[in-house]
Each structure stands twice: as structure tokens, then as C-alpha cells.
């Protein structure tokens, strides 16, 4: 961190040696210059490439849209425009959602037909590109640990009516083992006695939803290692209706669990995209000891790396 700009940071020695040793340049953390760090949107299927109504949003939003060349249905606007307000957005035609984001998803090269796990789904920008990438076809499994994350998690699904092929269960992705059901639906004996999954409603509309939950507050919650898998949506073609639950629990349904896994696996434990530019940020705000404290601390970091590590080496 040699240049006078860096210098000027408020940030400490051992964050500034730590970042010279990954070759990551200091000057992102200067409050003027991530101010100017461009922001996403990706506009959904079937709107992306319609020029009239790419005009129509850059009207919304008083700004140009411009493209990313290299990722197909985003585009890039500058950082101080907001669209949660606009009516495009309400109406889930485009999704706030950070390039590098989009970068992961479009690298696991979904094709149709696949089965796709997603470990650490909440609140669900990936899970949704996810499934409009896959579209009619295949399965996605989301899961995470947070109850209160992936509730908001399936409200995204509601409002961009997407859940078609979708199962999401609040569980501990290290230890999750549920295969996908399509794979195995003909090995099941569907036992006529029992009770089965039948179509999942909402209890309340999503609208509803969100604006309870902004009157009532979240309250966090993590499940346990050890605690069953709990199902809180299932769409209509996920496999789901018409199962029991020892059908749904049933973690293999043959001796080889490789042809009846999962085609691609996306684990998303932690922000690594230029939103976490803005956490480092609330440094500004916290002061360092607090933010290492919340962030930084070596026994939550080794946490990450022991989730990660479990999850990918599964
Ligand atoms: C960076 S966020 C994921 C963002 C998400 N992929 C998206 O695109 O919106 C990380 C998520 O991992 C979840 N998580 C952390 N540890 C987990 C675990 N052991 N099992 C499942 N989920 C976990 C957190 O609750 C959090 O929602």
C-alpha cells in the first residue's frame, strides 16, 4: 500500500499488510471511490433482450443501461440509482443483483435437465437465476440454515413466480443429504394409507408477507447439525406432491448416490461479491474493534473455512 491515497485510510496496519500479501489494492476501501463502484440489474428472461423495454426501464430510472457484454440479461447503472421503488421491480421484471454474483451462477454452466443443489440459498438472487436458467426442466434444491433467510428466500420465488421446480428446507448444509426427487420418483411405492404432500399453498400472499415481517422484525435462527431437513415450499413439478414424508426423508433411493445426485452444486457461504466492500466499509461507522469483532474474528472466519471446506469436499 504504497500509493499516499491508501495511506490516508483510516484502516489498520494488519488489514493493509493483509491485503498487500493478496494482492488486493487498499484503495477499494476508500469510501469515494467504492461511492463510484457501479451497481447490477439483471432483467429477467424474455425482457432482457427487448429493446423497447430496456428503454422503457432506463425511462424508470432516469439513467442508461449498459450491458454486460459477457453476462447475458445484465446490465451495469451508476451507483446512487435505486429500484426498489420502480414499478419494473415490483412487478419482478428485473432483480438487483451484483455482476461477480451472476458470474458464479452462469459458471456452473447449468444445462437444461439438471438437478441443482444450492447449499447456501438465502436470500436467493443465485437461486433465482438458477432456476430461470433451467427453466422448465431439471430441479433446484435450495437450502439454508437460517429460517427467517430463506422465508424471505421463498417470497422472492412467490413475487418472481418461479417455484415451479423448486424445494427449499431450512437445514444445515454440512450435513444435508437429501438426493433429488425427480431421479428417484420411480422407485417409490406410493402407499395410499398414508398421508401424502399435496400442492403447496401460501398461507398469505407475498405482499402480506413482506409487510408483516418488516412490522414484526426477523428473529434468527439456526437450526442444528443434527436437526431433520424442514421443507418450507415445495413448487408443483419439484417432485414433492404426492409423496409421504418417509418418501421425501429417504436419503438415497439407490446403492449409488452418484447417478442420483445432484448435476451441479452451488455453495455460497459468504459474500464474496462487491457488496462485501460494503460491509468492510461499516468500519466508517463501527470503528475497527467492533467490525472485527462482527466480522472478522478468527473464530468465525475458521468456522467459514471449516463450512466451506465440509461442503465442497462432500
Ligand atoms: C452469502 S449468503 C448466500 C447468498 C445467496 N446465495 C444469494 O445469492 O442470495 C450466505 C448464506 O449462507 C447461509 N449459511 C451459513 N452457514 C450455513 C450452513 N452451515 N448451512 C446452510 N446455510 C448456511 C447463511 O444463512 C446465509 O444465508
Known amino acids: 500500500m504504497e500509493t499516499a491515497a491508501a495511506a490516508s485510510l483510516p484502516l489498520p496496519e494488519a488489514f493493509i499488510e493483509f491485503l498487500n500479501q493478496n494482492g488486493l489494492d487498499p484503495s477499494i476501501y476508500n469510501s469515494t471511490i467504492a461511492q463510484s463502484t457501479p451497481r447490477y440489474i439483471r432483467l429477467k428472461p424474455g425482457y432482457s433482450d427487448s429493446e423497447t423495454f430496456v428503454s422503457e426501464i432506463e425511462i424508470e430510472l432516469n439513467c442508461k443501461l449498459d450491458k454486460v457484454e459477457w453476462l447475458p440479461g445484465f446490465y451495469s447503472i451508476p451507483p446512487h440509482i435505486q429500484i426498489a421503488s420502480t414499478e419494473s421491480y415490483k412487478q419482478g421484471k428485473m432483480y438487483g443483483m451484483d455482476a461477480a454474483s451472476g458470474a458464479a451462477v452462469f459458471a456452473l454452466n447449468v444445462s437444461s ?6 447449499l447456501c440459498a438465502a436470500p436467493g438472487a443465485k437461486l433465482c437465476m438458477l432456476l430461470d436458467l433451467l427453466g422448465s426442466s431439471g430441479s433446484l434444491t435450495g437450502v439454508d440454515i437460517a429460517k427467517h433467510r430463506l422465508a424471505a428466500c421463498r417470497t422472492m420465488l412467490q413475487k418472481y413466480a418461479l417455484g415451479d421446480r423448486c424445494r427449499l428446507f431450512v ?14 420418483t420411480d422407485a417409490f411405492l406410493i402407499e395410499e394409507t398414508k398421508e401424502t404432500f399435496k400442492e403447496w399453498t401460501p398461507k398469505r400472499p407475498w405482499k ?8 414484526d422484525g426477523i428473529t434468527s435462527k439456526l437450526v442444528a447439525g443434527t436437526q431433520e431437513p424442514e421443507l418450507i415450499f415445495y413448487g408443483r413439478h419439484s417432485g414433492v406432491v404426492g409423496l409421504t414424508k418417509s418418501e421425501l426423508f429417504r436419503i438415497s433411493c439407490s446403492s449409488d448416490s452418484l447417478d442420483t445426485g445432484y448435476d451441479k452444486v ?5 459474500c464474496t ?3 462485501s466492500i460494503k460491509h468492510i466499509q461499516k468500519f ?4 475497527w474493534d467492533t467490525l472485527e469483532r462482527r466480522i472478522l474474528d478468527a473464530q468465525r472466519t475458521d468456522i467459514l ?3 466451506q471446506f465440509n461442503c465442497c469436499s462432500k
Do not use: Y
Open 273 to 275: 461479491h462487491d457488496g
Open 113 to 118: 435437465g439438471d438437478h441443482v443443489l444450492d
Open 284 to 287: 466508517e461507522d463501527w470503528g
Open 266 to 270: 452451488l455453495v455460497d457461504a459468504e
Open 208 to 215: 402480506e408477507r413482506k409487510a408483516s415481517k418488516a412490522r
Open 305 to 307: 473455512t471449516n463450512l
Open 171 to 184: 437445514a444445515n448444509g454440512t450435513s444435508f443429504s437429501l438426493l433429488p426427487l425427480q431421479n428417484c
